[in-house]
């Protein structure tokens, strides 16, 4: 089904920058009363190193699901991971430069895993690339929980909810380094790396029963202030990149006290406190207010430079997308309808979706009341009958697009689109631009 | 506003409370009538009763006697009880230590067992031992005490014979001095561990039953306050971190599932005063429930307004804790607004 283009992927990730994460005929079902939603419906794509991917379509049609299935988020049941893959290529500070940037990792400081299996020589389990790669679908959950808020992270579109109203920020922020970074943190607060028993379970949030008591007494008790302070430390500092003021008074502070813009920071602060290579933002500014909004792109723009972390960022808005996003994959039910280039998709968009989407975002120019909506609503998802998706709300639709299933096809080296219009349907008429079905 | 404040606040307002408590208390069981009725028999003559009359004032006026009674109370003289033929400050303590052993015990059975019930189940919301966990916890809720404590005694005391009934061994009790009435804690500071045992092995049974349905009632609440915190955002946000499923749980789900909780907890507490009348009757064990079903059924007044006065005052500093419990609990709460 989508032969042709896989086989052009498979050659541009030897020469173009590498993949951070592929996802491939991605299934997500949710079983409903009604019968079975296919949510996210065979969606395939790249995350490329370093790379901001915008991932936008209309409420429903599935890309906060996709968004939720890099970190197996979804609730199953009902949920129904019902095929694909997601795979994932983590990166590591790379060792020739110790992340100054060199030759060897093209100047970003950092390297891929090289692939256990095949030591870097190209097998069946890394595609060829020689580096390390897991499928975030299959790998067993004690894994998936290390690779969680280490080297895939997510951001949260209401951070009033997704910052738990009765831990502190300190508390929560220090949680992502317990899980992630207990060496670290040992080594900061000057104790020998072989500190076991209590402490070690103090410093990755392992509590047992008596162990409150036991660290309570010398000379347990100092060692315990000294990992307290080195995590107070790495938090006080993960927030200060958020360019928060007074970082240190606001360890102590409950969510319910910071205002919309500050309770992201601090989620933007726990997310990338470990560095990680992919970012999933599920429409982080919606709930913001428009001047926030701005600051907010704009701190997460510098950090993912700075980081070279890649980010896949969920968005409805397009005037948003096109403002941050290097690429750009439009969803439609469950679909992607198509992908490429922010510029290129922008400029010359291929999909009738795309268009009409296009065409509702107004623009200073735009007359009063001169605005473009799509006609129709999304269809329900149930048992989806072999037809394009769009077919019914399309202006340019013919019998062909009622009964065969267009893929995604690509129309220029980097530029895919899932229509007719570019690709000859198996039989019957051809849609096309010029022609205006009513 | 600091939570020392708020306490103080509070603790300005109870005296207030308490006087409004008081008039309630002794209207309500001046409608049962004249409490003259215990404190005569037959023999008497009608000169007799007029001096009973005058020495208990119960012949001025009924503010007048309630003046006299809240006098008393505020000695710390709480009448005559009739039915223990003592004066009810003298009786009041040893009743009130038996009770609060067996409800102390019955609220941490309730406590403990509810909230690790709840979560169990809200856990494992729709699985197997989720319906397991609720069918015992609706059973609990829906079966009358008393009936309850019937079927324990058919089995482990008349059938089995492993559980005794009434408060403790009187020969092994004999020789432990009675400091604070708490019999497991009196055994305990004499360091006699054989009538601690003992102690212990009569207190299990009522505990249980008393507190089965406390903690029916607590389980329940925390797993439907489990369930919907766990479909909360700040969970999804706790495992994208990489926190483990016992971790999330633990630390974000449980914390804020506890906050309706408690609230119940507190309420709870009236439960369980409320069954100790059933059960003590039950398992005879001579604490406030029995001794108050006696004086209601034999119309001594003195000894019923004190229990009532007594379970009120209880009441408001229980609702104080609660309160101050939520607001630690919970930083959203705002104290005194």
Same mark, same amino acid.
């Given at each position: 089904m989508m032969?042709?283009l896989?086989?052009?992927m498979?050659? *541009?990730?030897?020469?173009?920058?590498?993949?951070?994460a592929s996802v491939r005929d991605l299934k997500v079902h949710f079983?409903?009363?009604?019968?079975?939603v296919h949510a996210v419906d065979g969606v395939s794509f790249d995350i490329?190193?370093?790379e901001t991917l915008g991932l936008v379509g209309e409420t429903g049609c599935g890309k906060s699901v996709t968004g939720r299935s890099f970190l197996?988020l979804l609730?199953?049941?009902?949920g129904?991971l019902a095929g694909g893959s997601v795979?994932?290529?983590?990166?590591?500070?790379?060792?020739?430069?110790?992340?100054?940037?060199?030759?060897?990792? =093209?100047?970003?400081?950092?390297?891929?895993?090289?692939?256990?299996?095949?030591?870097?020589? =190209?097998?069946?389990?890394?595609?060829?690339?020689?580096?390390?790669?897991?499928?975030?679908?299959?790998?067993?959950?004690?894994?998936?929980?290390?690779?969680?808020?280490?080297?895939?992270?997510m951001?949260?579109q209401?951070?009033?909810?997704?910052?738990?109203?009765?831990?502190?920020?300190?508390?929560?922020?220090?949680?992502?380094?317990?899980?992630?970074?207990?060496?670290?943190?040992?080594?900061?607060?000057?104790?020998?790396?072989?500190?076991?028993?209590?402490?070690?379970?103090?410093?990755?949030?392992?509590?047992?029963?008596?162990?409150?008591?036991?660290?309570?007494?010398?000379?347990?008790?100092?060692?315990?202030?000294?990992?307290?302070? *080195?995590?107070?430390?790495?938090?006080?500092?993960?927030?200060?990149?958020?360019?928060?003021?007074?970082? *240190?008074?606001?360890?102590?502070?409950?969510?319910? /006290?910071?205002?919309?813009?500050?309770?992201?920071?601090?989620?933007?602060?726990?997310?990338?406190?470990?560095?990680?290579?992919l970012?999933i933002a599920d429409e982080p500014?919606t709930?913001?207010?428009?001047?926030?909004?701005?600051?907010?792109?704009?701190?997460?723009? !510098?950090?993912?430079?700075?980081?070279?972390?890649s980010v896949l960022y969920i968005s409805h808005d397009l005037s948003l997308v096109r403002?941050i996003c290097d690429r750009v994959a439009v969803m439609y039910a469950g679909r992607v309808v198509e992908i490429g280039p922010t510029?290129e998709v922008f400029?010359?968009p291929r999909h009738p979706y795309t268009r009409g989407l296009l065409a509702a975002v107004?623009?200073?120019?735009?007359?009063?009341?001169?605005?473009?909506?799509i006609?129709g609503t999304v269809p329900e998802l149930v048992?989806p009958?072999?037809a394009c998706r769009f077919a019914g709300r399309c202006?340019?639709?013919?019998?062909?697009c009622?009964?065969?299933d267009p893929t995604l096809e690509p129309v220029?080296?980097t530029h895919a689109v899932a229509c007719?219009i570019?690709?000859?349907?198996?039989?019957?008429?051809?849609?096309?631009?010029?022609?205006?079905?009513? | 506003?600091?939570?020392?404040?708020?306490?103080?606040?509070?603790?300005?307002?109870?005296?207030?409370?308490?006087?409004?408590?008081?008039?309630?208390?002794?209207?309500?069981?001046?409608?049962?009538?004249?409490?003259?009725?215990?404190?005569?028999?037959?023999?008497?003559?009608? !000169?007799?009763?007029?001096?009973?009359?005058?020495?208990?004032?119960?012949?001025?006026?009924?503010?007048?006697?309630?003046?006299?009674?809240?006098?008393?109370?505020?000695?710390?003289?709480?009448?005559?009880?009739?039915?223990?033929?003592?004066?009810?400050?003298?009786?009041?303590?040893?009743?009130?230590?038996?009770?609060? /052993?067996?409800?102390?015990?019955?609220?941490?059975?309730?406590?403990?067992?509810?909230?690790?019930?709840?979560?169990?189940?809200?856990?494992?919301?729709?699985?197997?031992?989720?319906?397991?966990?609720?069918?015992?916890?609706?059973?609990?809720?829906?079966?009358?005490?008393?009936?309850?404590?019937?079927?324990?005694?058919?089995?482990?005391?008349?059938?089995?014979?492993?559980?005794?009934?009434?408060?403790?061994?009187?020969?092994?009790?004999?020789?432990?001095?009675?400091?604070?009435?708490?019999?497991?804690?009196?055994?305990?500071?004499?360091?006699?561990?054989?009538?601690?045992?003992?102690?212990?092995?009569?207190?299990?049974?009522?505990?249980?039953?008393?507190?089965?349905?406390?903690?029916?009632?607590?389980?329940?609440?925390?797993?439907?306050?489990?369930?919907?915190?766990?479909?909360? !955002?700040?969970?999804?946000?706790?495992?994208?971190?990489?926190?483990?499923?016992?971790?999330?749980?633990?630390?974000?789900?449980?914390?804020?599932?506890?906050?309706?909780?408690?609230?119940?907890?507190?309420?709870?507490?009236?439960?369980?005063?409320?069954?100790?009348?059933?059960?003590?009757?039950?398992?005879?064990?001579?604490?406030?429930?029995?001794?108050?079903?006696?004086?209601?059924?034999?119309?001594?007044?003195?000894?019923?307004?004190?229990?009532?006065?007594?379970?009120?005052?209880?009441?408001?500093?229980?609702?104080?804790?609660?309160?101050?419990?939520?607001?630690?609990?919970?930083?959203?709460?705002?104290?005194?607004?």
């Open positions: 032969g042709h896989e086989t052009d498979a050659d *541009a990730v030897r020469t173009a920058p590498a993949t951070v079983a409903a009363k009604r019968g079975v490329r190193d370093g197996r609730p199953v049941p009902p129904i795979t994932f290529r983590p990166h590591a500070l790379c060792e020739d430069c110790d992340g100054a940037g060199c030759d060897a990792c =093209g100047c970003t400081g950092r390297k891929a895993v090289v692939c256990p299996s095949c030591r870097g020589q =190209g097998c069946a389990t890394c595609d060829g690339t020689g580096a390390e790669t897991i499928d975030l679908l299959k790998i067993d959950t004690e894994t998936l929980r290390k690779l969680r808020g280490d080297r895939v992270a951001i949260f209401d951070p009033g909810k997704a910052l738990n109203p009765t831990l502190t920020i300190g508390q929560q922020v220090a949680e992502v380094f317990l899980q992630h970074r207990t060496d670290e943190l040992i080594e900061l607060a000057g104790l020998s790396p072989e500190t076991g028993g209590a402490l070690r379970r103090f410093a990755r949030q392992d509590h047992r029963f008596g162990d409150g008591i036991l660290l309570s007494l010398p000379p347990f008790r100092g060692q315990r202030r000294r990992i307290q302070a *080195a995590l107070d430390k790495m938090v006080a500092r993960a927030l200060a990149e958020t360019q928060v003021p007074n970082p *240190a008074s606001l360890m102590d502070r409950y969510p319910h /006290e910071l205002s919309g813009g500050m309770r992201q920071r601090v989620m933007i602060a726990q997310a990338l406190a470990c560095n990680p290579d970012l500014t709930a913001l207010d428009v001047t926030v909004e701005a600051r907010i792109l704009e701190l997460i723009r !510098d950090l993912q430079m700075r980081r070279r972390s403002r510029a400029r010359n107004p623009t200073a120019d735009t007359p009063r009341g001169g605005l473009a909506a006609k048992d009958p072999a202006r340019h639709e013919t019998e062909a009622r009964r065969f220029s080296e007719f570019d690709h000859p349907a198996p039989e019957g008429d051809q849609p096309s631009f010029e022609r205006i079905t009513e | 506003m600091q939570l020392r404040d708020y306490i103080i606040r509070r603790l300005i307002i109870l005296p207030f409370l308490i006087i409004g408590v008081s008039i309630i208390v002794f209207s309500l069981t001046r409608i049962g009538g004249s409490p003259i009725g215990i404190y005569l028999s037959h023999e008497m003559t009608p !000169d007799e009763v007029a001096q009973i009359e005058a020495r208990f004032h119960l012949d001025k006026s009924l503010p007048v006697q309630y003046f006299y009674w809240a006098r008393g109370v505020l000695q710390g003289d709480f009448g005559w009880s009739g039915v223990s033929v003592a004066p009810v400050s003298e009786v009041f303590p040893k009743k009130l230590a038996a009770t609060m /052993e067996l409800s102390v015990a019955a609220g941490f059975v309730a406590v403990t067992l509810g909230v690790w019930l709840g979560t169990f189940s809200g856990a494992r919301r729709n699985k197997p031992a989720d319906h397991v966990t609720r069918i015992v916890a609706v059973s609990g809720a829906s079966m009358p005490n008393f009936w309850f404590a019937i079927i324990l005694l058919i089995v482990f005391w008349a059938e089995l014979g492993w559980a005794p009934i009434g408060r403790a061994t009187a020969d092994l009790y004999a020789m432990v001095p009675q400091r604070t009435g708490l019999y497991t804690i009196d055994s305990l500071l004499a360091g006699n561990l054989a009538a601690f045992a003992d102690a212990l092995w009569h207190l299990i049974l009522p505990a249980i039953t008393l507190g089965y349905g406390a903690t029916a009632i607590i389980a329940r609440m925390m797993r439907s306050s489990l369930v919907e915190e766990l479909q909360q !955002d700040y969970v999804d946000a706790a495992r994208a971190k990489g926190l483990a499923e016992r971790l999330v749980l633990k630390k974000h789900a449980r914390r804020n599932a506890l906050i309706p909780t408690v609230t119940v907890i507190g309420l709870t507490f009236g439960f369980l005063l409320q069954g100790t009348v059933a059960i003590e009757i039950i398992f005879r064990w001579p604490g406030l429930g029995k001794w108050m079903a006696d004086s209601v059924l034999r119309g001594d007044q003195a000894t019923l307004m004190t229990y009532v006065l007594f379970t009120s005052v209880l009441f408001l500093f229980v609702n104080l804790i609660v309160d101050i419990v939520y607001a630690n609990l919970d930083r959203r709460v705002e104290l005194g607004k």
